[in-house]
Every structure is written in C-alpha cells, then in structure tokens.
C-alpha cells in the first residue's frame, strides 16, 4: 500500500471518528464554495441570450420590424446599432403594410403590433398591441388560464393577479374585460396588458431599439439575413430576424478586454475569502492534529518519516475539503438553478438552466486548495514535533521568529500607504486591494500581538490571567483563531462604514422644490374654461383644504415657457423649475411668515432657497419652450429659508416675469395636505381633463442598506464559530490547569469563566484591531463612493450601532456561547 493511499484512509477514519469537528470544517470549506457556485448558477440561468429570447421577441415569425421615429438615421450592424435622431424629419418616411411587404417580397404575411403603456389611473403599465390568436404569435406569451382576447378585451400577466372576468379600467376609455392570464417565457413578474385594440398612451420619451413602438411581425418567404438589413434601415425599420441570431452569420461572441480594476478585484476577492477559510479553518485542524499528535508520534517512532506525517495531516485536508467542495458545488448548481425562477418573480428573467463550468470548477479547485493550506501549519508542526517529549507528555516548546514582525509591520505600512494613494482613485477597487495588503501584515504581525498583550496577564484576576497566559503559551491556536476575528472584523466595519457612508450621501443629496407634505396639482396647455373646471373639482375633492395659486409664463404667441436654473446640490449639478406666485405661495414654501421675504417678493425681487443659486444678487434663468426659441434672464433675487432641510427652487413674482414679457396665467394648485394610500384624487380630477398631474412631496423614504446587517450576520457565525473552535481546543489543552484547580477545591463557575475568558481575549482582541484596520479602510472606501467629480467633498459616516455591535456585541456574545462549554473532567486515576 503507497504513504498516500494509507494517509487518506487514515484521514477518511480519523474525520469519521471525530464527526463534530470534521463537520465544522466542511462547513468553513463548503459554505463559501456554495454561495459562489450559487450566485454563478443564479446569473447564468437569469441571463436570457438572443437566442434563448426568440421565441418571446418573434414568436414564430421569421422577423421583427419596428419603425423608428421621423428624422431618425439608423444603422444597424452585427456588432450592435447606431441611431441620429437630429437628421432630416423628411429623411425616414412613414411605411404602411404594402410598401413593407414590398420591401420583403412577395408571399409576406405581417402581424401588426404595438408596445407602450396603457394608463390605469395615476398608474402607467406596459401594454402590448397585438392578436395573440394568430398562429404567429405562438411562443410570445403562454395561455395559463381562459382565453386570448379579442376586440375590446384583454388579457394580463398573472403579477397583476386578476381573473377572467375582471375589470381594467384605462384613463378615458371603456373599460375592457380581461379574459384571459398569460405568461411571459421568460419574466414571471412583468406587469402587462395584451390585447388586438388598446388606448396606448402617447410616447414621451427617447426612442431606442429595445424601447416602445410600432411595427410588425412577419411570416416570410425567406429568411431576412443581414444582407437584407441596410435597406430596411434606410426605410426607417429597425429589424430582429430568426436568420441573423441563429445563421452562420450570427453575431460572434467577443471576449471581453483585459480589465485591470476587474482582475485586481476578483484577485482582492480571491486572497480574502482563501485568507477567512484558512484563518477559520486552522483552529479547527489544530485541534484534529493536538488530539492526534500522540498517535502521530507513535508512527514517527516505528520508522514514520517527517515527510509521512506531513502527508498524513494534509490529507485531512485533502478528504475533508475534497468532500465538502463536491458536496458545496452540487448544491450550489441546485440552488441556484431552482433559486432562479423564485427570484424572477421579484424582478428579472429567468432562461434555461446554466451553469457556467469554467468558473464553477475554478472555484472547486479553489475550495480543495483551500483545505489544503488550512491544513498546511498542523502538517509543517507534525513533521517537526519531537516525538520523544510528545509521548512523555509534555507540550512542545514554541520558537519564536523574531524576523516576522519586521515583515508584518512592512506590510501594514506598505498597505496603510497604498490606501491613501488608492482613495484618490476612481473606484473602490484598489482600495479593497490596499486592505488586503494591511491584513496580510496583521496577520503575520498578530503572534506579536499575543505576546505583548499575554504581558498584561498579572494584573487580571486568577481566572481571567490563567486563560491569557494559557493562550500566550499555546500561539498556534489563538494566533489563528486571533487572526480570523481580525480579518472578519475589518472586513465587516469597513463594508459597514462604505455603505452607510454611501447612504447619507444620497441622504444629503436628496432635495426637492416644495416642502415635504405639499401637494401639487397642475395642468399643461388647456384652456380657461378646463383650467375653472378643474380647479372647482379640486375644491370639491379637498373640502376645508386651503389652496394657494401658481401660474404659468406664456409669451405674445401663446407659446408656455419653463423658467429654469442649474445649481449644483451635493456636488451633483441639479436642474430646478421655479414657482411663479404670490405671498401665500411664499408662506406655503417656507412654511412660516417671514417679513423679510414678503418684503422682496412685493418688491418685485425673487425669493431663493439656494445659497449657491446666487451671484452678486442675481438668479440666471433660462427660459425654454418645446416650440419657440429659448431665453436667458438675470432677475434681482434674495436668499430665504425654506421649510425642509433639503428644500431648494426659487419663487418670482407675477410682476418680475410679466416685466421679462411675458404673461402669466392661473394653471397650478398647491396645499399642505397628504393623499391617503387608497387614495382616487387623480382619477376623480381627470374627469374634468385628462392633462391633469398632481405630485405628493413625501420627503426622502430610502432606508439604510439592509446589507449591513446581512454583514452582521456573517460575522456573528464566522466570529463566534471561529471563536469557540479555538475555546474547544484551549479547554482541551487545559485539562492539566483544571484538573489541578478541581482538585483544590475551585468551583465549576470558575472552570467556565477560565474557559470563557479565552472566548473574550481572542475575540476581543481580534476585534479592537480589526476595528482600527476596518475604519481605515472603510474611511478610504467612503471617497470613491460618495464623490461625484472634482472638488466634490466626500462623505464620511460611521453607523455606530453597527459598529459597536460587530466590535462589542460579539465578543460578548462569543463569550456567553463559551460560558456553555461543557468543563466537567473525567475522573483520573493517580499514581501513589
């Protein structure tokens, strides 16, 4: 039998034996092995390609042709499209269904469609044109439940959660009978109304190939191959076709460039999550191999080498990481192909199972590597351990390298320096791999940590100075067990810091033009008689509500103009629409009487609420219109305080715009008073006209990321599994000290608070030092996240809850797990 072959089945009987132990490292060496494989699975099977999405696009149609909007020059080519909406208007005219058929030759069967939305009330959902009951429709949308519509009704996805039967009422139309549930192949929770005749609201936005339009599907003689696109391009159609997604002459899928932020982060990723495995790991394996050390030395004594010994505790290694990954990896790839449809039901598509090998197994063999290197230290300490001293029964003697803290604390200033130099760079990349550089140098700097803190043992009490000093003396498993709590640790305040950091920049960058708790109603370009309708319903809709007038600015032509001005808020360059008013629109936006801006505003002076809007008393306006030339004003202005915190714009008076040339007309409402959730108010003033749109100001809703305390989690099962892994080898190790203290009478409390002070040294150690390196980094990372450009300050927030719960509530929670530990000793027969 080989040295391997009876190592692994020594390692195979020695993992079953101690089956706990053996557990807990799989665990360490699968759970991130899992995840990984996870979130590869998961992407891979939510990313639905060209081809995968062909059926749902061109249903059984040969091709998809979308009219591209009037002056639009388009382009497409294989790999992608370009598209000039500034050209000619005359350029690209309108075709009918006979001069496309023209186009692809005779025998040409076109299905018309359109997509855009439909109104529903006050909200805008995707609606679909099309009948689904024409065979070439077949595979676009799946039938669960009644029937395809026809005129006058519809069918929806199942998201809206409506029956056959029901009821969908559009904005100014009948309303329009669902008959059917249907489901798109690959997006469970899209929101859409299909049907042959829809009310489709009027497009408002930028046109783009995968964006709303018109156009057909079409059953073709032939297939329409990229030969044919230039021309359908030059006719204004923008084309999808069976033959250039699937032909010979497919777009080919380019390799994507050398990235270097990318390869340094998956780098920066890589060290860290074999550098937590290993440092978690290693206590653990320590303790297979202190437990073993006996039997060890046995074999080196009947003629085992020192190389046999190293390959029978990497073997541990071998077996446990080999088995955890494999287990890992399955299901990882089942969790992640049978995750994918429950996640798109929250947003997003799901295609067909994938798994993406290459990474998966790169990750495999990362797993494997990893047991390995945890296993390393306890195979370099068998094949060095004295065999003699270990079968008297004596602990080994510890040689210190004197040379290592030199080297740890290069790497740490080396780190600290390439984080300063990082945080000026754009992207939180560099600064994630400076961090990595000062974790490496506590790590090797942390068996000087130990010995200088094992110093502060005398002035503790008896218990607590026997667990520090025990500790000290037994490095290989506390400087671990140290190192993992202080990798953790740091890696988790400083993600806590970016992220809060990140959060209250958004926070602050958040501003509004009215107050919080204002509602707004206003109209476009309708006439007095609309205008008097609407506002006599306003007031019978919102009974007792105060409402204070706005107005609209018009020149000779009757042209509307916006009066804008740019300001730049949180160092983002942000756009404001001023309110025209009186002293009760002022009143409303500061949210008191101030005389002072009365006293302007009556002047004829305008009212601004940003600092930074205002140069040498002006306010810059730019006037602009979408049918008439564009102007710029300088007004006379004063600064004011609004009502919110967050609160910008500007109000002019009626005369400042009317000496400008403008005229001004009654066209906006406004009124301190909040919408209730159920609320109809839109729906009730767009009987009097459908140009009708209110705005409720609810002030900033956002939350802090609840990723912090998903952090928070893993660093409660990473820090106190780690933590009481290395307190289950100390207590082992301690058998000696407590038997004595038993035998002189100590009671079982003081056992467990020997013990337990372990648990507290090594987790509070390990995480008042990866305090310090956290918030170094997570202040470094606070820059490339919340910067916006140059001379943009950066925001920097600690979340002191989180905080002190990961550097605080831990150890104490790792010490009260430790408490728990079982410190009854067996009996011991003793010599006479």
């Not at 958004?506 to 501003?511: G, M, P, Q, S, W």
């Not at 306003?538 to 600015?553: D, E, F, K, N, W």
């Not at 049918?627 to 714009?649: F, I, M, Y």
């Not at 956290?774 to 990372?781: D, H, I, M, N």
């Amino acid at each position: 039998m080989s040295a391997v072959r009876a190592a692994l089945r020594i390692a195979r009987r020695s993992a079953w034996r101690a089956r706990g132990r053996s557990a807990l490292i799989m665990v360490m060496i699968g759970l991130p092995v899992l995840v990984i494989t996870a979130m590869l699975t998961l992407t891979e099977t939510m990313t639905v390609t060209p081809r995968e999405g062909l059926a749902a696009e061109l249903g059984a149609a040969d091709a998809r042709l979308v009219q591209v909007p009037a002056g639009t020059e388009l382009h497409q080519e294989q790999n992608g499209a370009s598209w000039n909406t500034g050209g000619d208007e005359a350029a690209v005219p309108r075709l009918g269904a006979a001069e496309v058929v023209a186009l692809l030759g005779p025998g040409t069967r076109l299905i018309p469609f359109s997509t855009g939305v439909l109104r529903l009330g006050a909200e805008r959902v995707d609606a679909l044109e099309i009948d689904l009951r024409d065979p070439v429709t077949r595979g676009m949308l799946t039938l669960s439940e009644g029937r395809f519509p026809a005129a006058r009704e519809v069918a929806v996805t199942r998201a809206f959660g409506l029956r056959p039967g029901d009821l969908l009422q559009p904005v100014g139309v009948a309303p329009l009978t669902v008959v059917g549930v249907v489901e798109h192949p690959h997006q469970p929770s899209l929101r859409q109304v299909v049907g042959p005749d829809l009310p489709l609201a009027p497009l408002d936005e930028f046109w783009s190939p995968d964006g709303r339009g018109t156009g057909w599907l079409a059953d073709t003689p032939k297939p329409v191959s990229w030969a044919d696109v230039p021309t359908l391009n030059r006719a204004g159609l923008f084309v999808t076709s069976r033959a250039m997604l699937t032909g010979p002459a497919a777009t080919p899928v380019r390799a994507s460039a050398f990235d270097v932020q990318a390869t340094v982060g998956i780098g920066a990723m890589v060290i860290m999550v074999v550098l937590e495995i290993v440092l978690l790991a290693g206590p653990a394996f320590a303790v297979g191999f202190r437990r073993r050390r006996r039997e060890l030395a046995e074999i080196a004594a009947q003629g085992g080498s020192a190389g046999q010994l190293r390959t029978i505790v990497l073997a541990d290694g071998l077996v446990l990481g080999g088995v955890a990954t494999l287990v890992a990896t399955v299901l990882g790839i089942g969790a992640g192909v049978l995750g994918a449809p429950v996640v798109a039901r929250w947003g997003g598509q799901v295609g067909p199972p994938g798994v993406p090998w290459s990474p998966v197994l790169s990750v495999a063999a990362l797993g494997l590597l990893t047991g390995l290197v945890a296993a390393l230290v306890p195979a370099v300490q068998a094949a060095r351990q004295n065999t003699a001293t270990v079968l008297a029964g004596r602990a080994p003697a510890v040689a210190d390298r004197p040379g290592w803290p030199l080297v740890g604390a290069a790497l740490v200033l080396a780190g600290l320096g390439a984080t300063v130099v990082a945080r000026r760079q754009p992207g939180s990349v560099w600064v994630l791999a400076s961090a990595v550089l000062v974790l490496l140098g506590l790590v090797v700097l942390t068996p000087w940590l130990v010995r200088c803190t094992g110093r502060l043992a005398a002035r503790l009490r008896l218990p607590l100075r026997v667990s520090v000093r025990d500790a000290v003396r037994h490095q290989s498993r506390t400087v671990s067990a140290v190192a993992a709590v202080i990798a953790v640790t740091a890696t988790v305040v400083a993600m806590g810091i970016g992220a809060y950091s990140e959060y209250m920049d958004r926070r602050n960058a958040y501003t509004s033009a009215r107050p919080t708790g204002m509602l707004a109603i206003w109209a476009g370009n309708i006439g007095d008689a609309a205008w008097n309708r609407l506002r006599a319903e306003t007031a019978r809709q919102l009974p007792g509500v105060p409402l204070v007038a706005g107005y609209h600015a018009k020149d000779a032509q009757g042209h509307r103009y916006a009066l804008r001005y740019t300001v730049r808020w949180n160092g983002i360059r942000t756009r404001r629409t001023v309110a025209i008013g009186d002293q009760a629109l002022l009143r409303l936006l500061q949210g008191r009487h101030d005389p002072q801006a009365a006293a302007a505003l009556a002047s004829g002076k305008a009212v601004v609420f940003d600092a930074a809007a205002l140069r040498d008393g002006k306010l810059a306006l730019r006037a602009s219109s979408t049918s008439a030339p564009a102007r710029k004003l300088d007004v006379p202005a004063v600064l004011a305080t609004p009502a919110d915190e967050h609160q910008g714009g500007a109000l002019l008076p009626r005369a400042l715009v009317e000496q400008a040339g403008f005229s001004t007309s009654e066209r906006q409402l406004y009124a301190m008073y909040r919408p209730p959730a159920d609320s109809t108010l839109w729906r009730d003033l767009a009987k009097a006209t459908s140009r009708v749109t209110i705005a409720s100001e609810e002030g900033y809703r956002n939350v802090p990321d609840p990723s912090l305390w998903g952090w928070l989690g893993g660093a409660l099962v990473l820090v106190v599994g780690g933590t009481l892994a290395a307190t289950r080898l100390a207590a082992a190790d301690m058998r000696p000290e407590r038997a004595t203290m038993m035998a002189i009478g100590a009671p079982p409390g003081m056992l467990r608070v020997v013990v337990a002070g372990q648990a507290l040294y090594i987790s509070g150690l390990g995480a008042l030092v990866g305090l310090a390196a956290g918030t170094v980094t997570g202040v470094a990372l606070s820059r490339p996240m919340t910067t916006h450009g140059a001379g943009d300050p950066a925001t920097i927030a600690i979340p002191w809850p989180f905080v002190l719960a990961v550097v605080v509530g831990l150890p104490v929670l790792a010490t009260a797990a430790a408490l728990l530990t079982r410190t009854r000793l067996p009996l011991a027969g003793r010599l006479r």
